[in-house]
């Protein structure tokens, strides 16, 4: 009910600072966008035709429903694609530690710039 004008509402206040990114990282961000509306929204809205029509206790129902969680976590998976890609290309690298750390002391995880070649 509301995911159309909510999604419409978050283009339009951050259109111009996704135009401002580079061209790479532009076309991923909205490449993500639109993977991510199509799930929510698009699939959404198939799911929601079908149920009504036929019920949610079938096949076909949780197909639809998988290829819109599939769509929406592709969307995501691409977004945070694009945001490593875009820290490594200003950085010159990004290396992400999980696990021990190498004085001993335990961490969840640690974030370190890469040395520049």
Do not use: C
Not at 89 to 112: M, P, W
Request: glycine share 10%; aromatic share 10%.
């Amino acid at each position: 009910m509301f995911g159309i004008p909510l999604a419409a509402i978050l283009v339009l206040a951050y259109w111009r600072f996704v135009l401002t990114l580079p061209r790479q990282t532009k076309r991923l961000v909205i490449a993500a966008g639109a993977l991510f509306v199509a799930g929510a929204l698009g699939a959404e809205m198939v799911a929601g035709l079908w149920e009504s029509r036929n019920g949610a206790d079938t096949h076909r129902y949780e197909l639809i429903a998988a290829a819109e969680e599939f769509l929406e976590m592709t969307g995501v998976l691409v977004f945070i694609y694009a945001l490593v890609a875009y820290i490594e290309s200003k950085l010159g690298g990004l290396t992400i530690v999980v696990g021990a750390r190498t004085d001993g002391e335990q961490s969840l995880a640690s974030i370190e710039e890469a040395s520049k070649p």
